[in-house]
Every structure is written in structure tokens, then in C-alpha cells.
């Protein structure tokens, strides 16, 4: 464990330059909507964003990306790349996702010597995939030798964390709240991790039609603090 | 062949300025009706039907449409999908649809309305050619009971996979299941009752006509929450929240009316069911 958890630190870290800092997926119509207003109803939209988001799209695809490296089967690991990225009908949200991901590849590149982060990076490149945060995590974090359980969990919660500090700050809310809140999805985050793993891959990109129409709406936001 | 409750198969190619069936095969409780022009475009419409007036435990029903090279047509249901109770095995729609270069599809079926603990199974996979636009809706309500109440209903799934020359375009899952949790609230039906859906896939959905329609809605008043966006592929994606299957189909028709004015130069059609 003393191995993983530098890496994995660093990795979940909120200063890591990922463009997680200028994505709100949605969240940022909710506020304008007054529907997220205070601490309480921030809570209850990060607990749908974990069980639904990443429960059934980025989560799940992290643990199948995870399973396919470990049995070498890169193709496998392209194809959710198109799937996760095709099924995301929020323009916004999906190019934020492709952009974060190449950050995240990038990146990973100049830290690790991953073969198959770098023929991600090649495809990207070449425009044969689009790139995606959950897909590079999991090939970092497999890279690493990091149990699957673990990776997952850290990347489930390096995802929350930082939409939760995007809450803090377009809400806004106090850094302690925020704080609290991070610590308050620690249950929402294991029991999700939990569900993934029993989940099928036929249960893969379950829409949430309420958050879904938020990140579509959010483009025509007039006063935009986040791009998506 | 496994067990088809009903099976159909259509084919239709161009011939001249009219398009026309080239293959019909019905079979079970399933039928399609025959072509009825209802303007002077040339463009057919179908009516397919389920003859048991609605899907019962372990029914399982297949169609598959095939449209030849610049054949223009609509498809719709005669009728709203009603799923009776399904304890046993869920009721399962397969549809295929192949569509040939310059071919042109709106395939807009009425609702789903799913009855207390029914169960059901949608999947619809379409092979697209370069130069063909799809047009495809659907409206899910929140069914029906004895005594009023809504989501009554055990699960709804309804699967769309859109290939564009073998490359996956367009991957939508919709599963809707009340058995598990409740799903009125925040980031799910957020208060509403009805979901409806719309592509409009295909290089001729171009920007263009994105923008028309996503100023028009942004501008409107309207008792409903959409959304739209542009697709990974070409074109685009409605989804609207609703309190009623109406609302939505007002939605539609506006959107139907200027993808047909600005693809095709053609006037909307109503389908004429009521």
C-alpha cells in the first residue's frame, strides 16, 4: 500500500492540472435555476451526480477499461472510449470530458512510461479515439498496479472532489461546508464503487434525463463561470 | 428463429418520384398497413400494429425496415404501446432499420404506456450510409393504473445504437425503473411525468438548421424543459421534460417542421390518427 498511495495521491490530487477546475457538467444550471442554493440541496445533487453519472457511465467504464487492460485487450478499451463519448449527448459536457482527457493522457505521459496511455495518445492523435478522464485514470492507475478497488474509489472520489469545489466556489459555499460535504460523500462514494462492481456491462450509459438536460441547457447560459 | 410473438419486415426503394414498398412480410400478431401517401411528395407512410392491442408477459416482437437508395418514407405506430402487467419474462421490441445512401426516415411512435408492474425492452439498432438522415422519436408517460397513481410500472428500458458507415454514432440508454427507486426527483423526471426523445441524425442535420431550432426553443415560452445539442456524429438530439404526452408532441411537430422545411423543402406532415 505504502507504493500506491504517493501516486495515487498525486493523482487525486486537487492542484493536478486535469481542466476539472472549468467543468460544472451541468451543476452550474442548477445554481442559476436556484435549484442547488445552499449546502443541503448541493448535497442531494452530488449523491444523484454519483449514483447516477458514476455509477452507470464513468465508473462503469473505469472498471471495464481496468478489467480489459489487465487481460491486454487494448481494442476493448477503444471501444468504450467511443461508446462513453458517443453516448454523452451534452456537447459541452462531452467535449469537456475529451479535453480533460487529453490533459490527463498528456500528462500521464510526462510522469509514467505507459504503453498503452501512449497509443491512446497516438489514437487520439490520429483522431481514431476522442479521449476520456476515466479511461485515462484507469490506464494510469493499471499502469501503476494499483488494486482495482482502490483505483476506482480514488478516481470516483478525485471526481466528486473537484465538482464539489466547483459547488464551493459557484454557489458559493464556505471552504468548511465544502469540506463537509467532501467528507459526507464518503458513503454515497463506497456504496457506488460497491454497485460498479456488481454492475454488467449491458447496463453501461443509463441517462439521467434531469441532469442530462442540464448540461444540454447549460450552453445557453447568458453568465457562465464554468465551460459546461 | 426463436419464438416471435409477431415478426415484420418491410423493404421500400425509390422508383421515380415515389417511393414503394418492394417487400412486406408480416408475421404473428404483428402487421404493418399498407402505404398511404398522405400528400403529393411522393413519400409513403406505414402504420404498424400490434393486433393483441398491447404486449403481455414474454411477448417478444421484431421489425426490421429496410430503405433502399433515396427512398424517402415515415413509419409511425397506429397506436400508443401499452405493456400489461409482465411478472414473469419482460417484453422485449427489436427493430432493426438498414438505410441506403440519400434515404430518409422519420420514424416518430406514439407513446409507451406501461400498466402497473410491467416490465419492458426496447432495442433499436440502425445501419446508417453516408448521405441518409433519420428522424427518431419517442415518448415515454408514466403509465397507467387502476387507481391513478403514475409510475406504477416495474422497469422501462429503451435502447438506441445508431451506426453511421459501421461507425458507432449515436449510443442511447434510457432505463426508467420505478421498482428500484423513486424517479421523479432532481436529476432524474425532476418533478415532470413525461420524456420524450428526438434524433435527427445524418450530415444533412447540419449546424445550420441546429441553430434555427435551438434559437427557436432558447426564445419560446413553453410549459416543458428542453434540451438540445449537437451529437459526436452529425446531428443533433431533443430531449424534452414534460407534464404530457401532448406537450412533447407539440415540441416535435416544431421540430419536425423545420428539419423538413430545410432538408427536404417539404411541408410537415400529420400523421391524421385523430
Known amino acids: ?228 | 428463429m426463436d419464438n416471435w410473438t409477431g415478426v415484420l419486415r418491410l423493404a421500400v426503394q425509390r422508383k421515380q418520384e415515389r417511393t414503394i414498398p418492394s417487400e412486406v412480410y408480416n408475421q404473428g400478431a404483428y402487421k404493418i398497413t399498407p402505404p398511404v401517401y398522405l400528400d403529393d411528395s411522393g413519400q409513403p407512410c406505414f402504420y404498424m400494429m400490434n393486433l393483441g392491442g398491447g404486449y403481455v408477459d414474454g411477448d417478444k416482437y421484431k421489425a426490421e425496415i429496410v430503405l433502399g437508395e433515396h427512398a424517402h418514407m415515415l413509419l409511425t405506430t397506429q397506436s400508443s404501446t401499452k405493456i400489461y402487467k409482465t411478472l414473469k419474462v419482460p417484453v422485449t421490441q427489436q427493430t432493426d432499420i438498414q438505410m441506403a445512401s440519400g434515404s430518409y426516415l422519420e420514424f416518430v411512435s406514439d407513446p409507451i404506456i406501461a400498466y402497473r408492474h410491467a416490465r419492458y425492452l426496447q432495442e433499436t439498432v440502425v445501419h446508417m450510409a453516408q448521405g441518409s438522415t433519420l428522424v427518431y422519436g419517442e415518448i415515454i408517460t408514466p403509465g397507467w393504473s387502476p387507481d391513478g397513481q403514475l409510475f406504477q410500472y416495474s422497469r422501462l428500458q429503451l435502447k438506441t445504437i445508431i451506426y453511421m458507415e459501421d461507425e458507432l454514432v449515436v449510443f442511447d440508454h434510457l432505463r426508467l425503473c420505478p421498482e428500484e427507486r423513486p424517479i421523479d426527483g432532481l436529476g432524474l423526471l425532476e418533478g415532470y411525468t413525461h420524456l420524450g426523445s428526438l434524433l435527427v441524425v445524418g450530415e444533412l442535420a447540419t449546424p445550420d438548421i441546429f441553430e434555427t431550432l435551438s434559437a427557436a426553443f432558447g426564445s419560446a415560452v413553453s410549459p416543458c424543459r428542453i434540451g438540445l445539442s449537437a451529437l459526436a456524429g452529425s446531428g443533433f438530439s431533443l430531449r424534452v421534460l414534460a407534464a404530457s404526452t401532448m406537450q412533447i408532441e407539440t415540441v416535435f411537430e416544431q421540430c419536425r417542421l423545420m428539419v423538413r422545411e430545410q432538408l427536404l423543402g417539404k411541408k410537415p406532415i400529420s400523421f391524421r390518427k385523430y
Open chain 1, 1 to 228: 500500500m505504502d507504493d500506491d498511495l504517493l501516486p495515487l495521491l498525486q493523482l487525486c490530487d486537487s492542484n493536478l492540472p486535469n481542466g476539472a477546475f472549468s467543468h460544472s457538467f451541468g451543476l452550474e444550471t442548477y445554481i442559476q435555476e436556484e435549484k442547488v442554493i445552499d449546502k443541503s440541496t448541493f448535497a442531494e445533487w452530488i449523491r444523484v451526480y454519483i449514483e447516477e453519472q458514476l455509477v452507470y457511465t464513468d465508473g462503469l467504464v473505469f472498471r471495464l477499461v481496468y478489467d480489459a487492460l489487465a487481460r491486454e485487450q487494448w481494442d476493448e478499451v477503444w471501444t468504450w472510449d467511443r461508446m462513453i463519448t458517443v453516448q454523452n449527448f451534452s456537447q459541452e459536457a462531452r467535449e469537456g470530458n475529451v479535453r480533460m482527457g487529453q490533459r490527463l493522457v498528456q500528462l500521464g505521459l510526462e510522469l509514467y512510461d505507459s504503453p498503452a496511455l501512449a497509443a491512446y495518445q497516438d489514437r487520439v492523435k490520429a483522431q481514431r479515439s476522442f479521449g476520456h478522464p476515466a479511461i485515462a485514470f484507469a490506464i494510469i492507475t493499471q499502469h501503476l498496479h494499483i488494486p482495482l478497488p482502490i483505483a476506482l474509489l480514488s478516481f470516483l472520489y478525485s471526481s466528486t472532489a473537484s465538482l464539489i469545489q466547483n459547488g464551493v466556489r459557484g454557489i458559493p459555499l464556505g471552504q468548511t461546508d465544502g469540506q463537509r460535504l467532501i467528507q459526507e460523500a464518503q458513503i454515497p462514494l463506497r456504496q457506488a464503487a460497491k454497485r460498479i462492481e456488481e454492475l454488467d456491462k449491458n447496463q453501461f450509459g443509463i441517462t439521467s434525463p434531469g441532469l442530462e438536460l442540464s448540461q444540454m441547457r447549460h450552453e445557453r447560459l447568458h453568465i457562465r463561470l464554468f465551460m459546461s
